[in-house]
């Protein structure tokens, strides 16, 4: 198995949301909820399961997080580059797929990431592929983490894929 944090590539979580019913059960109960807005209750879990893959994985620190929860979904500088989140009213618990290889691994598949700064940004997939050994870079030698700007514009970050 997977024990060393540095060798999981993705982590894929499919998280609940809060109804309207929910909210209700909680109210009756003599519970409160981080807000009773069904659609910011998906960003908010969204957010919190993103956030609690990067502490789980080293990227980010409980530190970060708790200094201020209103950073969840609006501080672009929080993020992992390993998770991927989505939500469903459906659900009452987390679902949770994680890839990666250990040292252990032998076989010809292999899995690698990489953080895109939006959906044209080609350089990460190619490097990912470097990385895998499929092609060698094309990149102009740009290496990980160097985040200049090649496009001639400012880009934003609008989302984190992975591959």
């Known amino acids: ?26 109210t009756d109960s003599g519970k409160t909820v981080a807000t009773t807005d069904t659609l910011k209750s998906m960003k908010l879990s969204r957010g919190a399961s993103a ?3 990067g ?12 200094r201020d929860h209103d950073r969840i979904g609006r501080d672009w500088s929080l993020f992992s580059g390993r ?6 009213v459906e659900l009452l618990n987390h679902e949770i797929v994680v ?41 102009g030698g740009k290496e990980k983490g160097d985040d200049t700007n090649t496009s001639g514009r400012d880009r934003h970050r609008h989302g984190h894929y992975q591959y």
Request: charged content about 20%; proline content about 5%.
């Open 51 to 53: 956030l609690g893959v």
């Open 99 to 139: 890839m990666g290889m250990s040292d252990d691994w032998n076989s010809p598949l292999a899995i690698g990431h990489a953080v895109m700064e939006d959906s044209i940004d080609v350089d990460p997939i190619r490097n990912v592929l470097v990385d895998l050994g499929v092609y060698g870079r094309q990149d």
């Open 1 to 26: 198995g997977i024990t060393n944090p540095d060798h999981v590539h993705f982590v894929q979580i499919k998280c609940p949301l809060l109804t309207a019913a929910r909210v209700q059960a909680a």
């Open 55 to 66: 502490i789980a994985l080293g990227e980010l620190s409980l530190e970060q997080i708790e």
């Open 83 to 88: 998770a991927s989140t989505s939500g469903g």
